[in-house]
């Protein structure tokens, strides 16, 4: 990953999320109504949000998470209730408002730092666990594998993320996003082969001392996403 790439994408999704579609993620991330479509997409990653809390352990009471792409917070919510210290950063300064305003007022001793920003900023400190969840949907395996390690150098316990997986459908799906684009679409997401992140994961000296998990698929319908834990060992 150069950093002119990584400095490309990331505006490009800032300014989607930012301007482009705040409001139509607004109303996804609650239960009004929506199209059938987005139903799916809700329901996906409402299960794909619950795969990751359970992979984090059982008692979160004083450690410090990462919530990596917050988006309106839903997750960074839930390990605040159980106890957990959660700095939440998401690009989306419009997003963050929103989370900072549906955030409960009483988080049962957890507390939650809502911040807009770079997710790679080394000045957020570090971490015993972070989670990233759909944030790295539009990079590519090797962009994935370095963020992973740039998130490394600062965590202790665990890493748990989602990646786009390379499956007929969703790759058909891309390549017809990538000849048809449309202005209010999202930049589009990069389908990557479990296989080769996984190795490329272990090829890479920084993350040696990483071993792969848990892997899990959601799928539901238009909504299809793996989830990998990352553990230290």
Known sequence: MTDATYVQRRGELKTYFDRTAVEAWAK?????????????????????RATLLSWLPDDIRGARILDAGCGTGALAVECALRGAHVTAIDLSPTL?????????????????????????????????????????????????V???????????????????????????????GLAFPRSNRAPAIEPVSERKL????????????????????ISSAFYKSQALELVAR
């Open 146 to 176: 370095r963020v992973l390690a740039q998130f490394s150098a600062r965590t202790s316990g665990s890493m748990l993320i989602t990646h786009a997986p390379r499956t007929p459908a969703l790759t058909l799906m891309h390549w017809v």
């Open 28 to 48: 996804l991330t609650t239960d009004a109504p929506v199209s059938g479509i987005r139903a799916t997409v809700r329901a996906g990653r409402d299960a794909m």
């Open 96 to 144: 963050v408002a929103l989370a900072q305003d549906r955030s409960p007022r009483d988080l049962r001793g957890g507390s939650i730092s809502f911040r807009s920003g770079d997710m790679l900023d080394p000045a957020l400190g570090r971490f015993d666990h972070v989670v990233a969840m759909d944030s790295l949907i539009h990079y590519k395996t090797a962009d994935i």
């Open 198 to 217: 996984g190795h490329q994961i272990e090829s890479d000296s920084a993350l040696a001392s990483w071993r792969a998990g848990r892997t899990q698929r």
